[in-house]
């Protein structure tokens, strides 16, 4: 129960010793309230730097390590993305913002479309999946991320899973060079208000961050003022740079002369990578053809309605009359798994 005290104490399940003993506090808290004297963190070596502002301020004095200046893959910026994090608004989708199907099991579906799809761009530009993980604060969350998942891209050899999709609390301890982070909320900030949660989902990331929410519900909360007055700083609809692939030379500190694509909404971006998805095939397709290969079909982007409760993909033109589409139509949906993304900490090939 050693730790750092900004970041999240542990979880006690025992409701006696959670609530005559205290357990929650970790013995690092129990020390510094206690008045022992403590040497503070002052050089991290995660994170790159402006990433590491959206969480110094609530460190005494944390600087960086040398090396998050002079390596060469903070100093160069992450492919297709005009910036290194971003705070992208997440509007309503068929008009639902966050949904509690059961008591405290929060979703919500165009956040989990967008994760997804941005994951999906990532992945059709290069990225490999072992450097993404997607979080939220959520477990209800986590849960419709990975369904959105295995509906839209899991079996898709060209795209995959992301290394993890879980909860920020289950991922303290743990990082990863890309983030895509899920806020969920629509209507009351809840359980984020506490900064510890804050600081532990804004520190997982080495290289790149990219947080989808309602912007005007979480810019007003107080407690989390100095984290998105920085996010909000920057424009809070996604900025692409298209036809660049991974990994860039473009330099991070390096203004583009490219202008970038803003996506609108989910739905933008949905379509865009549904028709970036078709461009990648007819590519490979062709390129099978002219080598004289038998070409097969690497899968679907999308399946039939699933379990009712996930639209279909919100970048789908229906009125195609394709050989190929019809064959999709056909397709078995991809089924449940409870667990379809391994969580636990014995396979994770992440450097801690
Ligand atoms: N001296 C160093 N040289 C290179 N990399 C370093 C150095 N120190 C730390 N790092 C990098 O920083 C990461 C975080 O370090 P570490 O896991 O010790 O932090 P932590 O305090 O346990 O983090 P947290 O509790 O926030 O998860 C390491 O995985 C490593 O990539």
Redesign the pocket.
Known sequence: MI??HH?LPPVIKNMAFQKYSNMEQSLFTRLVRLGVPTVD?D????ARSSICDLYRWRYKHLGN?K?VESWKEYQLANAGFEYDFQLVDVQDFNGVGESEPSPYFYQNLAEAEYCVAVFMFMRLIGYPASKITILTTYNGQKHLIRDVINTRCANNPLIGKPHKVTTVDKY????NDYILLSLVRTRAVGHLRDVRRLV?AM??A?LGLYIFARVALFRNCFELAPAFEQLTARPTKLHLFLNEVFPTQRRNDQKASLKPMVVKDMSHMANFVYTLYMGRVKQMKEYYEQMGHKWEKPGEVKVPEHEGFISSHPGEDRDTDSEDEEEAGKQLPVPMEEEPINDSIDDDN???
Request: proline share 0%; glycine share 20%; hydrophobic share 20%.
């Open positions: 730790g750092d970041q963190l050089g991290q070596g995660r390590l090396h303290q301890g743990q990082q532990v520190s997982r080495r992440t450097v801690q």
